[in-house]
């Protein structure tokens, strides 16, 4: 009998030199995929999530493509869907910082909202009626939420930044074109999740960055802002792979993806603590707290007002039961695992 000939799927990753792009990449290579990750121009490098990717004598890799573009260029945009014609497309780029968004609301809101309305007319204009789209939602889209409930594909959303704000816009443009075009657009509504991977400007990243150099004594204490915002912190290796289930289920909708487990910054900090043996203790309140090394009575965590922002989301924790239940979907990681990921990574800089 004759060898059947299956085609390898193609994708195209926009944000693939981010966090949840290098994983995601990753992760379809491993499924046979052929990738084609979108990365922008920068004066440096931004590509170290993904250099490992490439075979390091030749700086090539059959099955994966880095084209140059931007999501605030629809041209380059257009250009690249009509060359690839992809079967799935990630959405994953936009400018993902919160705190950022208040610097930056003009930009955020064109990369962030108009990016995706960007990619979707794209999909609309090409005719792509094959291309599946997966649109990178937000759990910051749910924003202010005034009870300890949590928060599920149902909940309403009432965004506390542009950030949010323009996350909202996407997700409703991919609802749109879904509807009104008959486009597979699909949104995850992931809660926060990080990673050994994450910008180091996330308060996670920071606060293992920051204790660890404080263990090594390379620092002496680290600044930061709300320590009672409470959130749903997963492993972005567990997500990505949602995002692929996402796009494999049998038609296009919306999913939370979450852990279901809350924690607020300062329990986290705790906890971060406890696991490089620095034990803690708080004095004072609101902007004079102060987090001591009870061993050396040094001080280790200062509140600074540059953290706080002017619109805070003060609880997320996401119910997950429809992804769970349809999509078989659960995390494998616990914040446990997630933190000592992180924490070997950063030793691991310093041995
Ligand atoms: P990230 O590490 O900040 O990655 C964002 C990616 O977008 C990077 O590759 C970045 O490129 C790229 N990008 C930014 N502006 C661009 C532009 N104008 N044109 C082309 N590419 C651009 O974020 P992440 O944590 O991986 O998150 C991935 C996506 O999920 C984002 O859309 C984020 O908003 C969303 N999200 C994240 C979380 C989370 O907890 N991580 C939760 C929910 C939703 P550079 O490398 O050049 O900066
Ligand atoms: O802040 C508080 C801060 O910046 C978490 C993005 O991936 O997840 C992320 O957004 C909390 C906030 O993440 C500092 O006020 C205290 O309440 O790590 P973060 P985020 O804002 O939740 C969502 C789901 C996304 O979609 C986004 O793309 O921590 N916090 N002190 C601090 N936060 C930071 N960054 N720095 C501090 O010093």
């Not at 309403?156 to 074109?177: D, L, R």
Request: one cysteine or more; aromatic letters at 12%.
């Amino acid at each position: 009998m004759g060898k059947i000939n299956k085609r390898k799927k193609v994708a195209i990753i926009f944000g693939i030199t981010g966090q949840d792009g290098s994983y995601l990449a990753e992760f379809l290579l491993k499924k046979n995929y052929i990738i084609h990750g979108v990365k922008r121009r920068s004066s440096s490098a931004n590509t170290e999530r993904i250099d490992h990717i490439f075979d390091s004598i030749n700086f090539r890799n059959k099955n994966f493509f880095i084209h140059y573009g931007d999501i605030t260029d629809s041209s380059s945009i257009l250009s690249l869907l009509n060359k690839v014609k992809p079967d799935e497309i990630y959405n994953l780029a936009a400018q993902s910082h919160v705190k950022v968004s208040f610097d930056i609301p003009e930009y955020t809101a064109n990369s962030t909202a108009l990016g995706a309305l960007r990619i979707l007319e794209s999909i609309k204009i090409l005719n792509l009626k094959k291309t599946k789209y997966y649109q990178a939602s937000s759990s910051e889209m749910f924003g202010k939420q005034v009870s300890k409930k949590s928060q599920n594909e149902k909940t309403s959303f009432h965004p506390m930044s542009i950030y949010g704000v323009s996350k909202v816009f996407a997700y409703h443009t991919s609802v749109f074109y879904r509807e009104a075009y008959g486009i597979f657009a699909s949104n995850g509504i992931l809660f926060n999740h990080e990673s050994p991977r994450r910008g180091p400007t996330f308060v996670t990243k920071k606060i293992i960055q920051g204790l660890v150099r404080i263990k090594l004594k390379k620092q002496k204490f680290l600044s930061l802002g709300n320590l009672y915002a409470v959130r749903d912190w997963g492993h972005a290796q567990d997500y990505v792979e949602t995002m692929w289930k996402i796009l494999q289920y049998k038609k296009a909708d919306d999913w939370v993806i979450a852990t279901n487990v809350e924690m607020s910054v300062k329990k986290f900090i705790n906890k971060c603590a406890k696991k490089l043996n620095i034990n803690i203790i708080w004095k004072n309140k609101g902007l004079n707290e102060v987090g001591i090394n009870k061993d050396n009575n040094e001080v280790v965590i200062k509140l600074d007002k540059k953290y706080i922002r002017p619109g805070e989301v003060n609880y997320l924790r996401g119910d997950y039961s429809k992804a769970k239940k349809l999509l078989k979907w659960k995390p494998k990681y616990t914040v446990d695992y997630l933190i000592e990921d992180m924490i070997r990574y950063e030793k691991n800089l310093y041995k």
